[in-house]
Nanobody
Framework: VQLQASGGGLVQAGGSLRLSCAAS????????MGWFRQAPGKEREFVAG????????YYLPSVKGRFTISRDNTENPLYLQMNSLKPEDTAVYYC?????????????????WGQGTQVTVSS
């Protein structure tokens, strides 16, 4: 079972990126999924989460209104559209899935993790 995040890169402040998360080995159509990020020297933090239906979303306050999480429950089950990027958004971004369709914001609540993708925002 594997999740793989992609779509990161280097962008200027104010720019946009769209991250994708592909799944292999199983599907996550009934799982709560989320995006996390980890900057150098900092703990991994929750960025956004979405229920299996897509009807319920939750965001870190500092990204609300700039980031949009979505899913389509296919092989690429999860997306994160990031607009108006700021230098403080620079981090490695990870997609993750819970073993159940219950919201969670702590990394310890997630059972499946993908390799991260680097997002660097220059000022």
């Amino acid at each position: 079972v594997q999740l793989q995040a992609s779509g990161g890169g280097l962008v200027q402040a104010g720019g946009s990126l769209r991250l994708s998360c592909a799944a292999s080995g199983r599907t996550f159509g009934r799982n709560y999924m989320g995006w996390f990020r980890q900057a150098p020297g900092k703990e991994r933090e929750f960025v956004a989460g979405i229920s299996w239906s897509g009807g319920s979303t939750y965001y870190l306050p500092s990204v609300k209104g700039r980031f949009t999480i979505s899913r389509d429950n296919t092989e690429n089950p999860l997306y994160l559209q990031m607009n108006s990027l700021k230098p403080e958004d620079t981090a490695v971004y990870y997609c993750a899935a819970r073993g159940r369709n219950i919201a969670g914001t702590s990394p310890t609540e997630y059972d499946y993790w993908g390799q991260g993708t680097q997002v660097t925002v220059s000022s």
